[in-house]
């Protein structure tokens, strides 16, 4: 059976690693699959939304060839964008009355989001007054204190 890249073949040894400084890429991949943006022709609160459609988003996709994007026109409806993702969690987000760099920003957004779903930070609970250690406070000089053999009895 062909080995696994990046694994020994059994009875050989792995190859080493190559030499000077290695290029690692910090950022997370790109993980926005499609983007949908909805809009209406009518209405006044799709107009930073038709703004942006017609003077920036061919731009923004053609700097973004691995993104796809459409667009959907739907009437009596506020325009909402949607982005769909690698493990197939698909956000949406309603820009009723957005200006259009505002539209851009949620484009943005959604480009450099991995599309998994927000947890809450479980924050710590900090007491106003901090409590004092039940073994009492340590400093150096008590190092070589407690060195001695230490023997217990027990009394019937």
Known sequence: SPALPGRPVRGRRAPCAPSGPMKVDMRPPRRLLELVIRY????????GCRTFIRSQLVGWATRNPDVGVRTLLKRNAHPVIFGRFDEENVKQVCVANYTETAVERVVEGMRQQSGRKVKPIKKR?????????LQGEWHERMYGLYDAPVTLTHQH
């Open 40 to 47: 209406s022709d009518r209405d006044g609160s799709s107009s």
């Open 125 to 133: 609970v900090l007491s106003a007054k901090p409590m004092a250690s």
